[in-house]
């Protein structure tokens, strides 16, 4: 039996997901700004990939591919990173007077996220190559992160999206 298509609310719930994950770039950087340290965090990554990849199994995911989504979700929020650095640097910013703590006030709320995006991945699997779910999608993402984020976030944010077939 065929499963029924996915709803674009599936694809919206999704897409707002990782808008409100990219919007967390924001405050990393304002934190690393002031701590200097690196936008690069391989050892923090690490521990991400292995717990998605481990909950990705349990909910019918593929393991690579939830790998995937959410490296790319790291390199999308870096390119957020970097942009804000640079612009900060060239205007010689000063540090900030209330940065945010990285450990204890933002990667709580990236934590938070997770589960819900993998659940939002969990009802659209299987249904990437559904013209409505690549049409829902490409509207969606204009719509949603189209509004505050560039070409190339957006690319990055969505590239595992696409139908593999
Ligand atoms: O937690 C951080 O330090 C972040 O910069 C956030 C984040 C992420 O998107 O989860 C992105 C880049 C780092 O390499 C690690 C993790």
Redesign the pocket.
């Given at each position: 039996t065929t499963p029924p298509p996915a709803a674009r609310s599936d694809v919206e719930q999704l897409l707002s997901l990782q808008k409100t994950r990219l919007d967390v770039a924001a405050p990393?950087a304002r934190s690393k700004w002031n701590s200097h340290a690196p936008?690069?965090?391989?050892a923090?990554?690490a521990v991400?990939l292995d717990d998605v990849a481990a909950r990705a199994q349990k909910l019918g995911l593929d393991a690579a591919w939830t790998r995937r989504f959410f490296q790319d979700?790291?390199e999308a929020?870096?390119i957020v990173?970097r942009d804000l650095h640079r612009q900060w640097r060239v205007e010689q910013r000063a540090p900030f007077a209330n940065p945010p703590d990285?450990a204890l006030q933002v990667?709580p709320v990236?934590d938070r996220l997770t589960p819900d995006l993998l659940a939002a991945l969990a009802r659209l699997n299987g249904h990437w190559c559904e013209p409505a779910v690549q049409r829902d999608l490409a509207e969606l993402d204009a719509e949603i992160l189209g509004a505050d984020y560039a070409p190339a976030v957006r690319e990055r944010a969505t590239e595992a999206l696409r139908c593999q077939r």
């Open positions: 990393v936008i690069d965090d391989p923090r990554e991400i979700q790291f929020g870096k990173q990285l990667r990236l």
